[in-house]
């Protein structure tokens, strides 16, 4: 359990998502700035048809500019395949902790076609030492993810990351109810266990 404000944190929206201002990522950024807490909460650019390169290089440019060394990291859906190689570069992440909501797997990535080269193709023995070597990476996910057949519980276990498995929550998106996320909240600011919204 971490006992101290984070002093930065960096939320990173996925695939398609223009930051609608229901959405719990939103509200967490409004929520946090209004605690006194450090955030940035980019748009990434074309997120309806995004370059993985553009993504990548902008996403390590807003960890690299994040102050203090509390940081902290929420991605939702596709930017999960953004932090997880950038996790498995060498040096890793300068970041406290990392929580990744509901990822997406790597055959919904093949199977649509603006997101496919977002596949590291890097082997999860790669992925696993990585996510075990920084040792502060969460998943909260659901069992009906559409994104995640089956969910991704199973998989982020096998990675050596924390888990935080929801029932019946769908993609933990604006469309399956998930506004304002007080537990959230709370994991970002002292960590904790993760409760459906």
């Given at each position: 359990m971490v006992n101290a404000e984070p002093s930065s944190v960096l939320i990173l929206h996925g695939w398609q998502?223009?930051?609608?201002?229901?959405?719990?990522?939103?509200?967490l950024a409004d929520e946090l700035r209004d605690a006194?807490?450090?955030?940035?909460?980019?748009?990434?650019?074309?997120?309806?048809?995004?370059?993985?390169?553009?993504?990548?290089?902008?996403?390590?440019?807003e960890i690299g500019a994040l102050p203090?060394?509390?940081r902290v990291v929420v991605a939702h859906s596709l930017t999960a395949w953004s932090v997880l190689p950038l996790l498995a570069q060498p040096g890793g992440l300068a970041v406290e902790r990392i929580l990744l909501a509901a990822p997406v797997t790597r055959d919904v990535l093949a199977a649509n076609p603006p997101i496919a080269a977002f596949d590291p193709k890097l082997a999860d023995m790669t992925l696993r030492a990585a996510v075990v070597g920084h040792g502060g990476v969460s998943v909260v996910c659901s069992d009906d993810d559409p994104y995640f057949p089956g969910g991704a519980a199973r998989w982020a276990s096998e990675l050596g990351a924390a888990v935080h498995p929801l029932t019946g929550q769908g993609h933990l998106a604006l469309s399956d109810g998930y506004g304002r996320w007080p537990s959230i909240h709370h994991w970002v600011r002292r960590d904790g266990p993760?409760?459906?919204r």
């Open positions: 998502n223009h930051r609608p201002s229901g959405h719990w990522q939103h509200l006194g807490v450090d955030v940035r909460y980019p748009q990434l650019p074309d997120p309806d048809d995004p370059d993985p390169a553009v993504w990548h290089s902008r996403i390590s440019t203090g060394n509390r993760i409760e459906p």
